[in-house]
């Protein structure tokens, strides 16, 4: 499994990649610190053929691009490609402006609050499972 996490802080970024290698032991996680560090990693796969990620966690609010402009630019016909790959938004901010950002985004696959756990992660993985995605 391939996952790509997008996160601009480096502890939560630690704490991730341990609950997702926790539960996914051979996982691949690939850590990007900005929406344009993430672009830059899916264009690398495209380019070079690989399997897609299985799913993306993105961070609403970081330096440089945030996960808001991530998903629209993954959103436009360039990236159409990778329009089929999960993405499910994770954010500290509970403010009601996020929920309404969520909704407008149709790519969001869901919405949770920070931090990660095993819990939220095997939920992710179920939905996976149950719609036929990729795991």
């Known amino acids: 499994m391939k996952i790509l996490v997008i996160e601009d802080d480096e502890v939560t970024n630690f704490l991730n990649k341990r609950v997702i290698l926790g539960e996914l032991p051979d996982a691949e996680v690939v850590i990007a610190r900005s929406g344009s560090e993430a672009l830059e990693a899916i264009d690398e796969v495209l380019q070079n053929k690989q399997p897609l990620f299985d799913f993306v966690l993105v961070d609403g609010s970081m330096p440089i691009m945030d996960g808001w402009a991530f998903i629209d630019v993954i959103a436009t016909k360039e990236y159409q490609s990778v329009q089929q790959i999960p993405y499910y938004l994770l954010t500290s901010s509970l403010i009601d402006e996020d929920f309404i ?28 499972s149950e719609k036929k995605l990729p795991v």
């Open 101 to 128: 950002n969520t909704k407008r985004r149709p790519l969001i696959t869901k919405f949770y609050s920070k931090p990660l756990n095993a819990a939220k992660l095997r939920e992710i993985l179920q939905a996976q």
